[in-house]
């Protein structure tokens, strides 16, 4: 029993990030309709969020306890945050609109190339080095809007987050691509191998 609940704890820190995302997401609403209201709390709240998204994954293969369930429980605390925060950011003039169709446009492209790329029968998602970098900067941003909402770098990093999602997941397929033209390659050269070695190439 007792090792049953701790191989839970992976799970519960992906779950309690849908609370805590409700919550940055009231903090950042108070933020642009309460005078001098304390930017730090943005921050205070951020760091469990982030937190807990960078110990699950930790524990979980710590514990060999991560499951298929696990990674869609992960996959949809991060983007239950970053939407949500996103929608208010697009309410409040912020951030534009257009980005936050970038980011659904990401989480879309990864769901569905994940179960292209998938070597094996199981369902899994496959992660990327860019595209992991890229969605640490989708994740940073809404703290970074919500402290410094009027500064000219959130344009910035706006634009250079639209350009790193797009331009990851276009690495993303030509790897696979490539990959699969080295394989089939391979392959290839190994049948024409194996027929000459037959007698009057008859296997």
């Not at 409700?22 to 309460?34: E, G, I």
């Not at 397929?173 to 089939?184: C, V």
Request: proline residues 4%; glycine residues 6%.
């Amino acid at each position: 029993m007792q090792k049953r609940l701790i191989r839970m704890v992976p799970n519960f820190l992906s779950v309690i990030r849908f609370p805590l995302g409700c919550l940055f997401a009231a903090l950042l609403s108070f933020r642009f309709t309460t005078a001098n209201f304390p930017v730090w709390g943005l921050l205070f709240c951020f760091t469990p969020i982030a937190l807990s998204d960078f110990l699950d994954g930790k524990i979980a293969r710590r514990l060999i306890c991560r499951s298929y369930i696990g990674a869609i429980i992960d996959v949809a605390a991060d983007s239950f945050y970053i939407l949500l925060s996103l929608v208010l950011l697009n309410f409040y003039h912020i951030i534009p609109i257009w980005f936050t169709g970038i980011v659904i446009f990401k989480l879309v492209d990864f769901i569905l190339s994940s179960r292209v790329f998938s070597a094996s029968k199981k369902r899994q998602f496959v992660f990327d080095l860019l595209g992991r970098l890229t969605v640490v900067g989708f994740y940073i941003l809404p703290v970074l809007a919500g402290m410094f909402p009027h500064n000219g770098l959130i344009n910035t990093v706006t634009l250079f987050l639209a350009f790193a999602a797009v331009f990851s997941s276009i690495v993303r397929w030509s790897s696979f691509a490539w990959h699969q033209h080295t394989k089939a390659s391979i392959l290839g050269d190994t049948n024409k191998e194996n027929h000459r070695g037959t007698p009057n190439g008859i296997s």
